[in-house]
């Protein structure tokens, strides 16, 4: 089986290592699910059309995962139609996976002002 090298932020790592003991399994079973159905999920998926939300911080730990030969075959077949690397397939894969929303700030959920009448309804003149 090959063993793969990969990169999570703290917070997923957590909601995954406590989805994989609740479950019974180990994080690399929880791992190699997310891989499957993200392959099978992206299998009519064109190069280009997934794109991926932020990057992985750099300081994100990294975790060694044993995956089966045909699955890491596979991932790596799709991540080559996708022009992606295998460590991003297999992220998006566990972020998909375990429905994983991060709590990071976006500049789309902070309010801000604007200035005095750089907005105006429709129909006022």
Do not use: C
């Not at 975790?63 to 139609?81: G, H, N, W």
């Not at 700030?105 to 009448?117: K, T, V």
């Amino acid at each position: 089986m090959p063993r793969v090298k990969v990169m999570l932020p703290d917070p997923l790592l957590q909601v995954a290592a406590d989805q994989a003991h609740a479950a019974g399994k180990k994080i690399d079973d929880l791992y190699e699910e997310a891989i499957i159905e993200f392959i099978a999920a992206n299998q009519h998926t064109r190069a280009g059309a997934l794109r991926n939300r932020g990057s992985m911080p750099a300081s994100s730990p990294k975790l060694t995962i044993e995956i089966s030969e045909k699955v890491f075959q596979d991932a790596e077949k799709l991540a080559k139609r996708l022009g992606k690397r295998r460590d991003v397939i297999y992220a998006l894969a566990l972020l998909k996976h375990v429905d994983y929303e991060s709590h990071a700030p976006s500049a789309f959920d902070q309010g801000h002002d604007l200035p005095e009448g750089a907005w105006k309804p429709k129909g006022s003149s």
